[in-house]
């Protein structure tokens, strides 16, 4: 890829050589030999150069008023400075707004040759990161909360509000599955503070100590193994979100700090001294209740009505059924893509497992039912053979109806293997009213083998 220079120069020898050496190292070199020219090229033409080489005082102004003026069009690019009559105030000035270097005339061209790779680098890094926040910015609208039921337009309408408004924290509720990471990316990249780090952390899937160094960091010695200096979530999500997952699950003294935290805006690092000004936006999410934990001593009751400004509840699935008429032909579309299949049809008597179905695992369940299906097809049709939907238990054949020694299992992939083995068993169970002897009779198994069964499908007997 081919990237743009734009070289501001009003010496016009001293231009064209530059131009000339920096074609020749591979740059799109655009000249301009006045700030009305190079700002025409920037706002007009919309010019999107890497980085800007400019000289510091052009004869219709000053180069330091040009780039405080034009930084947010140029958002990525990076400034050098070159100038015959440097002083301590310019240069103090160029580095505040940004600029990557400041140099006097005349210039080693070796020394700006580094200073340019330098530059390009850091400039090509920045670009990447906009450009992964401006897709995340696209991806992450309250469009993306998809479905037809009037929880899922509840959802989505109150998320589009909370995107406009500056909150401090704010609370996901919902059972596992149903969304509450999507809501979170939703709310930060729709918001005020997307171009900001947003940071995840689950408070579940860490022990107590390691949950308390992660969030507030460390210094050096500050417990055995802290070898060096260790910037905390918090400070990490400085000027952006941190999202907090399962916070419920966080110990009772880890909530006082963190209330403290979010009160103060401070944060002290583990061994530290000194407290670090953070400003950051709290979205917490809990498949609990916390407001059932906080009055039952389960959560401080503190922190919850702090976190609490705002509280977005994400239905199941079970509850929004009509939501699968938008949700499923997304997923098949998606994994479509990823696996390079083409189905496109999806039979009713899939529809009808689909809705019902009682959907424990909520969005998340789905997904992966319509991966495994999407992975598995042969055609354009949707293979219902690899639903393997759990809890579905079979009906009885119709042939079969009233016959005590005969069981009915169906072979098209609707039930999982260890579903009809626990079917199986709690059936024989049933008609042999709950006696393991008999049942292990009726099965040809041993007590012990049909008791270890029992024992794992967690079901009832009598002996």
Known sequence: MIETLLIIEDEKLLGTELSRHYRQSGWEVVLANSLEKAGSLLVK?????????????????????????????????????????????????????????????PCDLDRLDLIVTSAARSAAIQRRVIEQTKLRHRRYTPDAYVGNSGQARQVRELLTRLTQVPFS???????????KGLAA????????????????VNCAALPRELLE????????????????????????????TLFMDEIGEMPLDLQAKLLKAIED?????????????????????????????????????????????????????????EDLDELVPLFVAEYNAKAGRQVTEIPEAVWQKLKSHQWPGNVRELRNVIERCVLFAEGSTFPGTWLQLSGQEP??????????????????????????????????????????TAAARALGATRETLRYRVRKYNLQTVD
């Open 213 to 240: 160094s992660e969030l507030f960091g460390h210094e050096p010695g500050a417990f055995t193994g802290a070898s060096g200096r260790h910037r905390g979530l918090l400070e990490q999500a400085d000027g952006g």
């Open 265 to 321: 805006h401070k944060v002290r690092r583990l061994g530290g001294e000194k407290e670090i000004n953070v400003d950051v936006q709290i979205v917490a999410a809990s498949n609990r209740d916390l407001e059932k934990m906080a009055q039952d001593g389960g959560f401080r009751a503190d922190l919850y009505h702090r976190l609490s400004v705002f509280r977005v509840i994400l239905p199941p699935l079970r509850k929004a059924v």
């Open 395 to 436: 009906k009885p054949c119709q042939d079969n109806q009233g016959a005590e020694n005969t069981l009915s299992l169906p072979l098209d992939g609707s039930m999982a293997l260890d579903d009809m083995d626990k079917y199986i068993i709690k059936t024989a169970l049933e008609r042999a009213d709950n006696n393991l």
């Open 169 to 179: 924290a704010l609370i996901i509720g919902g059972e596992t599955g149903t969304g």
């Open 45 to 105: 033409q919309g010019l999107e150069p890497l980085l800007i080489l400019s000289d510091m005082n052009l004869p219709d102004g000053n180069a330091l008023d040009f780039m405080e003026a034009h930084k947010k069009i140029a958002s990525y690019a990076e400034w050098v400075f070159l100038t015959g009559y440097g002083s301590v105030p310019d240069s103090v000035r160029a580095l505040r707004l940004g600029a990557y270097d400041f140099l006097e005339k």
């Open 185 to 200: 990316r939703i709310l930060h990249y729709g918001g005020p503070r997307a171009q900001q780090p947003m940071i995840e």
